[in-house]
């Protein structure tokens, strides 16, 4: 499984419904997440690809899409 | 070796619910309720100032304790919303208790201001015995009741709490603290003088879902306590959804978490106290397990406070209620 898709899983699972929103869209800005889907979506992420996100990475902007994600999880593996 | 002597608190009489608040801001009042958790807040008359607010919460902590203003020795005074860029409220605080010349602290630090204060005062107590440590706060005025700052402005409330720190005995002894700031994300919610409050809120609750239970289990672990053991958390009154999560992470029931969100709304460096006062009076004077206040707010600033049952021994005289 690629890293997209394990990225598309977990927005879904936080999501609650079987979304695949464009690579480039926010994905608070659209609504389909809300701000405490974020921290839940970066605990996932370090479980998911066994990374740590550390606190001065904490900025939405890094979490935004899932492209934003691919890249930030790309750059932490 | 500090305790928490006594607690008190204030709130305006002005109840502001969602059905009257929701036209200022452009919205359903069911919609606020659903996305807040909040049902109603306090909004200051005209004519109060933070100070005003501040005297009034210390007043009554000082008479449920059962101590005279003439035996604070400090005054600690958390507020991010006083009306004067200086003087900040804490010596009007200590002129409307009649004690001039006690010395007074501002810290201007919202949101968490009070529990800085706190952590302060425990190591101030030494050499001052009373310490007053008030957390003020006016924030219907520092926000924008209107549909462009709605998600914002919403979420705020008006009051004040206070706590007596005394090194002459208390019901609660002080038995550790945890401070932590972090200015890289002081732009995510910040108050200019000339322009509404402004929050980043999906910055902040980031940093707040994962630092708030951080700083409460590092304290817990470093003496020796599981989050089972606390009899109660005492958190900011920023967002139940929060309260929520802090609650999750360190896998301790949620009804041990005091709220009273709902009817004050976010009252900034004084919820904690607010929360903490009226917790107290429920509780009665007899403390039974461990207790933890923790906040987290603008800066960034963060942390906790562990407070233990304090023996009889520490137990002071004269409370009256």
């Given at each position: 499984m690629n890293k997209r898709t394990q990225i598309i899983e977990i927005i879904q699972r936080l999501a609650g419904e079987p979304i695949n929103p464009p690579?480039?869209?926010?994905l608070f800005e659209s609504g389909l997440l809300d701000s405490f889907a974020l921290a839940d979506m970066v605990t996932a992420l370090e479980a998911e690809f066994s990374i740590r996100v550390p606190d001065?990475?904490?900025?939405p902007r890094k979490f935004d899409s899932i492209a934003s994600i691919e890249a930030y999880v790309q750059s932490r593996s | 070796m500090a305790y928490l002597r006594a607690l008190g608190c204030y709130l305006p009489s002005r109840v502001v619910d969602n059905a009257e608040l929701a036209p200022m801001v452009g919205a359903d009042p069911a919609w606020l309720s659903h996305v807040t958790g909040i049902e109603q807040r306090r909004f200051a008359a005209p004519e109060e100032t933070v100070a005003m607010l501040g005297i009034r919460a210390a007043r009554d902590c000082l008479e449920s304790g059962g101590?005279?203003?003439?035996?604070?020795g400090l005054i600690i005074a958390a507020s991010g919303?006083?009306?004067?860029?200086?003087?900040?409220?804490a010596t009007s605080i200590g002129s409307g208790l009649g004690i001039p010349g006690v010395p007074a602290i501002d810290l201007?630090?919202?949101?968490?201001g009070s529990l800085f204060g706190l952590a302060l005062a425990t190591r101030l107590a030494r050499d001052f015995r009373n310490v007053l440590v008030v957390g003020t706060e006016i924030m219907s005025r520092v926000v924008k009741l209107d549909r462009a700052n709605r998600d914002t402005a919403i979420l705020f409330g008006d009051g004040a709490g206070a706590c007596l720190v005394s090194?002459?005995?208390?019901?609660?002894?002080?038995?550790d603290s945890l401070l932590f700031s972090d200015?890289?994300?002081?732009?995510a919610l910040k108050l200019h003088l000339d322009s509404p409050l402004y929050m980043d809120g999906r910055t902040i609750i980031l940093h707040a879902s994962r630092k708030l239970p951080r700083a409460i289990a590092e304290i817990l672990e470093r003496n020796h306590l599981?989050?089972?053991?606390?009899g109660v958390f005492l958190l900011h009154q920023a967002n139940l959804n929060l309260i929520t999560r802090v609650a999750q992470a360190l896998g301790?029931?949620?009804?041990r978490f005091f709220q009273n969100l709902g009817r004050y709304g976010n009252t900034s460096s004084a919820s904690l106290l607010i929360a903490a006062a009226e917790w107290w009076r429920q509780a009665g004077?007899?403390?039974?397990a461990p207790i933890v206040l923790a906040a987290f707010g603008a800066g960034l600033n963060w942390g906790a406070v562990l407070a233990a049952p304090a023996g009889d021994a520490a137990q002071p005289a004269g409370r009256t209620s």
């Open positions: 690579p480039d869209e926010s001065s990475d904490f900025k | 101590v005279s203003a003439r035996e604070v919303s006083g009306e004067l860029r200086f003087p900040g409220p201007p630090m919202a949101s968490a090194a002459e005995g208390g019901f609660a002894e002080v038995a200015g890289d994300f002081a732009e599981k989050a089972g053991q606390v301790a029931p949620e009804a004077q007899r403390l039974e």
